[in-house]
């Protein structure tokens, strides 16, 4: 709901809005992802970078998408959505959906060009942890910051 975005973001301030989208590969699409609502249950047509950058319009702080082909695979983000909507909104973008090894961490941030990362299952079930994650990237060059709120990565 746009008008509800532009209201929130005119209440809190950008930087207190993330827009979260749960996107699927779809060909027929310009950016060949489309936007899924309802957990991820149903199509809406709309192509998740244009979506992005809708939002972005409206104001929003933050990107977080997520890509049903990844999610919980372990296999990796899915780079193509998450550089292609940091690409073109130049909003800090969230990688999420996929982690399993360190390395699709710094492929977030190297490859896919997102600011912060997201992973769940890797760390619920103990495979590493975040300061696993933390070291990775620094070792690679990546620093990471923390931040009033939460945690970033700038690259170095």
């Known amino acids: 709901d746009p008008a509800m975005v532009k209201q929130a973001v005119g209440e809190f301030g950008a930087s207190t809005i993330v827009i979260a989208i749960d996107a699927d590969a779809n060909d027929a699409c310009p950016s060949s992802r489309e936007v899924f609502i309802d957990g991820g249950r149903t199509a809406t047509g709309k192509d998740a970078v244009e979506f992005a950058k809708e939002m972005a319009g409206l104001g929003v702080g933050q990107i977080l998408p997520t890509s049903k082909a990844t999610d919980g695979t372990k296999a990796g983000f899915d780079l193509h959505l998450t550089r292609a909507i940091a690409d073109a909104t130049g909003l800090p973008v969230i990688a999420s959906g996929g982690a399993g090894t360190l390395n699709h961490f710094l492929e977030a941030v190297t490859e896919g060009h ?43």
């Not at 079930?125 to 620094?138: A, C, D, M, P, W």
């Open 114 to 156: 997102a600011q912060a990362v997201l992973g769940a299952s890797v760390f619920h079930f103990g495979i590493f942890t975040i300061g696993q994650v933390k070291e990775h990237l620094g070792k690679h060059g990546i620093e990471v910051v923390a931040k009033r709120g939460g945690s970033g990565i700038n690259e170095s």
